[in-house]
């Protein structure tokens, strides 16, 4: 009965995604980047099929990530509002069945921006490196996910919620550049001890998302077995963190 529910939940999530006319807005974002990509195709002077490839994947990926994690954030919200969540909640089973019905719904659609995103990328890459950088940018849209959701239940404020992603996105995506910089010689020769013990924690605390969906693996290629294992590693550690504060949120709340 809770796998039964699970996979009913996951199966309206998907559909409320679809008649929201999200699809057809990836599809617009997805051709504003080509577009995009192609005036600077047409503008560079020097290696212009490289800064094409480069600009697109980076669009592609910030957009994948941003529709999908204000998706998460409007559609829970509107069912909060809407009274379904709790009534979902009041229900016989667990609250886990709850959450792991939306994460597999979520995690479901999330696979339609990357098949996208990859088939795209193979038109301008070897298609094993456009496998590889499309597998990482799944993996990146399954933590953002993730983190939309823990932000829901625990915050339920869309903008809280929409300022935590987004603060999250930004630094998960520059730490390894912040912890570079705070360990760099100063111009007195001293070293950011202090910063770089900061930026080492979070960088700890942090999943290292610089190294997923890398636009220079469709680029120059590159894209290893040793860098897809640690980064499967590192996504399952982190998902598995953020789930179970997910969880403990969720069992705390009252109806």
């Known amino acids: 009965m809770a796998m039964h529910a699970s996979c009913t939940i996951a199966r309206y999530t998907v559909l409320e995604a679809l ?7 990836l599809l617009g974002l997805t051709l504003a980047a080509i577009g995009l990509s192609s005036l600077l195709d047409a503008m560079a002077l020097t290696e212009s099929r ?4 480069s600009l697109l994947s980076s669009l592609l990926r910030l957009a994948s990530v ?8 409007s559609s ?3 069912e909060a509002a809407d009274k379904g969540q709790q009534w979902l909640l009041a229900q016989a089973y667990p609250r886990a069945t709850y959450l792991a019905g939306k994460l597999l719904g979520y995690a479901v659609l999330a696979l339609l921006p990357v098949l996208l995103c990859g088939l795209l990328a193979c038109c301008y890459a070897p298609p094993l ?3 590889a950088w ?10 953002m996910l993730a983190f939309a959701v823990l932000c829901m239940v625990g915050l339920q404020q869309i903008p809280a ?23 760099g010689s100063r111009p007195d020769g001293s070293q950011g001890s202090a910063a770089g013990l900061l930026f080492d924690l979070l960088g700890t605390l942090l999943p290292h998302l610089d190294r997923y969906a890398r636009s220079d ?31 403990y949120d969720l069992y705390r709340k009252a109806i």
């Not at 693996?217 to 179970?244: C, E, K, P, R």
């Open 19 to 25: 008649r929201n006319r999200w699809l057809w807005l």
């Open 50 to 53: 490289q800064l094409q490839i």
């Open 66 to 73: 941003f529709l999908l994690t204000t998706f998460v954030i």
């Open 76 to 78: 829970m919200a509107r």
């Open 129 to 131: 490196q456009a496998g």
């Open 134 to 143: 499309a597998l990482a940018l799944l993996c990146e849209c399954w933590i």
């Open 161 to 183: 919620a929409l300022a935590a992603c987004s603060g999250f996105y930004l630094l998960a995506r520059s730490i390894g550049t912040l912890q570079l910089l705070a360990h």
């Open 217 to 247: 693996w469709l680029v120059y290629g590159g894209a290893s077995l040793h860098d897809l294992a640690a980064m499967l590693l590192q996504t399952v550690l982190f998902l598995a963190l953020l789930i179970l504060a997910a969880l």
